[in-house]
């Protein structure tokens, strides 16, 4: 599905920098807002929160429903039975604990933003956020982080101890990167995506050693770059798992001004660029065909797709779905299709 998500609300120092207060949960409001649900007594001592497909021996009872050939006679329900005169089985819900993964993309691509927050602080956010509420309700939580220096791994735990580690280590990679970039600028920008496909390519290859059936895996990162080696794995992937691709956008992503000389640089030296109308329509129609193309993709391989941030209307017309967008907003000055200067 694509879908637009507002993250205004998310608290952010300045917007450049990570902090590991902010990523345990103090920011996100979806995180306070669910946080303060707890256990029942009943389930304290069970693994997870989760109902699972599963029935037979269970923690919570179900319904009494008609015994079939197959079903444990030690669940029988012979009150019933005796009343009916048929005999008649207790079902029980099954509480499960489940895995959940977090891929977090924090390559230079996304260190950039015209509003809130740069895109890689926003998708460390998003990231911290769903992994606190997997801990939350029970569940062990796993991570593979990459960036332009390299990936990392972290195995499922439950423990409190375990999502700080993982988290300090998203804030540690994350600011270093932002003083590399203050420091010595943006060298050899991987603007294709390649070398970050790679990495997600890896982290996913990963995953189908180590995740099981059922397992929940999210994958915060911008459009997905178009390489052959990603979809196999992340095809595999869907047919057992629930797995989510979080696109996270922002609207340099596909406006740019109408026309004029923009002043742009890296970091040590400075350059002008000249852009028309035309530009700016074609820069606009890029993203719309990448976004469809990354949603035509995902579709097939029976992942859930999330576009985070605001949207073209451009691209919630042709996909006939809801945005966080403003009426207008992708219309690249007063001249209507067909018109270029």
């Known amino acids: 599905m694509i879908s637009g998500s507002e993250y205004d609300n998310f608290i952010f120092t300045d917007g450049i920098h990570l902090e590991l207060n902010e990523l345990l ?5 979806v995180y306070q807002l669910n946080k303060r649900k707890r256990k029942l007594p009943s389930m304290a001592s069970l ?12 923690m919570e009872f179900e319904e009494v429903r008609s015994y079939l050939p197959g079903d444990d006679i030690r669940n029988i ?7 009916t005169g048929k005999a008649h089985t207790k079902v029980f819900t099954e509480d499960r604990e489940q895995l959940v993964f977090g891929i977090l993309n924090q390559h230079k691509r996304l260190f950039f933003g015209s509003h809130t927050a740069l895109k890689s602080v926003i998708a460390a956010h998003h990231f911290a956020n769903l992994l606190n509420l997997a801990r ?4 062990r939580v796993g991570a593979f982080l990459f960036d332009d220096s390299g990936q990392e791994e972290f195995k499922p735990s439950n423990r409190r101890k375990h999502l700080t580690h993982m988290l300090a280590k998203v804030e540690q990679r994350h600011n270093q990167q932002i003083a590399e970039i203050e420091n010595q600028g943006f060298e050899n920008p991987d603007f294709e995506g390649q070398e970050q496909g790679q990495h997600l390519t890896h982290a996913l290859t990963r995953l189908l050693k180590v995740t099981r059936p059922g397992s929940e895996i999210h994958i915060i ?39 004029g000389n923009l002043s742009i640089t890296n970091g040590r ?3 002008q660029l000249g852009l028309s109308v035309k530009n700016a329509r074609d820069y606009l129609q890029n993203f719309v065909d990448s976004a469809r193309q990354m949603q035509d993709r995902l579709w097939k391989t029976g992942a859930q797709f999330h576009l985070m941030g605001p949207l073209p209307t451009a691209l919630n017309l042709e996909s006939g779905m809801l945005g966080s967008n403003k009426p207008g907003a992708d219309k690249p000055g007063s001249d209507k299709p067909g018109s270029d200067k």
């Open 25 to 29: 949960g103090a920011s996100q409001p």
């Open 47 to 58: 693994n997870g929160q989760t109902r699972s497909r599963f029935r037979g021996q269970g």
């Open 77 to 83: 329900d012979w009150r019933v039975t005796a009343r």
């Open 136 to 139: 939350e309700q029970g569940h």
């Open 221 to 259: 990162t911008d459009i997905i770059p178009q390489l052959n080696t990603i979809w196999e794995p992340l095809s595999l992937l869907s047919r057992h798992n629930q797995l989510h691709v979080w696109s996270i956008v922002d609207e340099l992503d596909w406006k740019l001004p109408d026309s």
């Open 269 to 271: 030296s400075k350059s």
